[in-house]
């Protein structure tokens, strides 16, 4: 397994802090680190002139106050929307942020990241790896980056690019089916992230036992998730890391 003392934290901020500032933006990784969230889960698309940027979404409406596709902007257009009033009038004229200045905030607050290679139906992934990849490398220490995806191509680019030791990949699933190391093995696998409502104990205890890291997304419910850090889980991505204090386990 790479990185078998890599320092992952109980508690990770989906999106930045995303239940107390608008999603995948600069304001809610500050957010993050003003609450003492110590690491941040992440998107990465590329715009249609190969930018990348930190979004989830395939299309801009939900988070933004345009519409259309993501693919179909280039860097000029997508810096005219207004990524922040949707949430509130408090974060009006928040930008879209790229990837390049996603980095640079991370390294200057010493933040750790688990960056999702988000891969829309239609998207290339290896155009979004080779990419992506590299000034991620570049910027931050393997200690303080987990780099997921549910595609495997992506995966599989990325572990071809980056050995192990360099890179800790993780793979994504909603329920983590009876397969799942044929996922896992061929991308030498740090950790394995799964929906925390859809996780067996049997499987989580199965995943753990073979070595792999566990994360759960997206809970944010401590009382509810309670019984699954007794199945090995490590991390929780929450949109709220906050409520969890006092609901954690003893290291």
């Known amino acids: ?47 249609g002139d190969g930018t990348p940027v930190i979004w989830h979404d395939a299309n801009i409406r939900r988070c933004s106050d345009g519409r259309g596709r993501l693919a ?24 879209m ?45 393997p200690a303080r980056c987990v780099v997921s995806s549910f595609n495997d191509t992506a995966l599989a680019r990325a572990r071809a690019l980056a050995g192990p030791e360099s890179l800790a990949l993780g793979v994504l699933f909603e329920a983590i089916g009876r397969d799942w190391q044929r996922h896992c093995e061929p991308v030498q696998a740090f950790s394995v992230h799964a929906d925390w409502k859809r996780l067996k104990q049997a499987r989580a205890r199965e995943v753990v036992a073979a070595g792999y890291r566990l994360l759960c997304y ?24 906050a409520r969890f204090i006092g609901h954690l386990p003893d290291a």
């Open 1 to 47: 397994m790479p990185h078998p003392d890599l320092p992952l934290p109980r508690l990770i901020a989906h999106r930045g802090l995303s239940a107390h500032a608008p999603e995948n933006t600069l304001a809610a990784v500050h957010a993050a680190h003003v609450a003492g969230v110590d690491w941040v889960e992440l998107d990465v698309q590329l715009l």
């Open 72 to 95: 179909d902007l280039d860097l000029a257009t997508a810096r005219r929307l207004d990524t922040g009033s949707w949430f509130s009038d408090d974060f009006r004229g928040e930008r």
């Open 97 to 141: 942020a790229t990837l390049e200045e996603m980095l640079t905030l991370l390294d200057k607050l010493e933040m750790g990241i688990n960056l999702e290679l988000k891969v829309n139906r239609g998207r290339d992934p290896l155009a979004l790896v080779e990419t992506t990849l590299p000034p991620v490398m570049e910027a931050l220490p």
């Open 218 to 241: 997206t809970a944010n419910d401590p009382t509810a998730f309670a019984p699954r850090w007794q199945w090995g889980v490590e991390a929780v991505i929450s949109d709220d890391p």
